[in-house]
């Protein structure tokens, strides 16, 4: 009963709340991980986008504007991750907070002395486990043109990482997968590229990934739906099992 009110619910709001086709060929057109997806996954796509256009709230700040195009765009780029998951997935956060451009969180931060220090780091974009999810608008449209770099599914993967708890590359995994191979491809890879890294090889991805575990799953994930066959080619072992993860296969 329960998957038919739901259903019913879902398709209420589609019908209600449309994205115009010109809108959606739009946004098509500046999403290269869209398109190249099937004609009945852009279809649930666009459902899915239509789903977090009503439930969540996108505040520009310092004078940003984003008309209806726009939106669309953004919403497509955050629903990619979750095309075979559902928007249950986004569950318990309500707002996307674009800046103009780059950001500088203020947040204070206490050393080992004591010593308070501020911030002062730029940032493209930032998700908090229950808060919003903020983002510089620059970067979202920028979005695929550096091959891999997609700040929307990005955060949105750290969101989904943060469902179980602190951001630690270790989302909540499918009932059939397994944990140990997960922590092992993820935690083997990870101090491999790094000792490669210390060693002067050019890495197949954003050196980014190696800040910390929650990166590194957050930069693998724009990878598999940017740049796949590049993933798959580099680093088969992470593309399975992130392809187990989102039950999909981009490439």
Known sequence: ??????????????????????????????????RRLGASDQATLRVLATLFLESKSVEPTKDLELDDADLVLLAMHACIPVLKLGMDWYDGWHSVIVYPDAFIPRRQKMDAAGVVHESNTMLAG??????????????????????????????????????????????????????????H?????????????????????DPYALESPAEFFAVTSEQFFESPANLREHLPDVYRQLALFYRHHPF
């Open 1 to 34: 009963m329960f998957d038919k009110i739901r259903n019913w619910r879902i398709r209420r709001i589609v019908a209600r709340h449309p994205i115009p086709e010109p809108l959606w060929q739009n946004a098509l057109q500046r999403c290269a991980a869209a």
């Open 185 to 205: 491809i993820f935690s083997g890879t990870f101090e491999r590229m790094k000792e490669d890294q210390r060693h002067g090889v050019e890495l197949p991805i």
């Open 126 to 183: 930032e998700a908090w486990g229950r808060g919003p999810v903020i983002l510089s608008w620059a970067e979202v449209l920028n979005a695929g043109t550096k091959p891999g770099h997609n700040v929307v599914i990005h955060e949105m993967a750290h969101k989904l990482d943060l469902l179980n708890g602190e951001a630690n590359g270790f989302p909540p995994l499918h009932r059939r997968m397994d944990h140990v191979a997960w922590s």
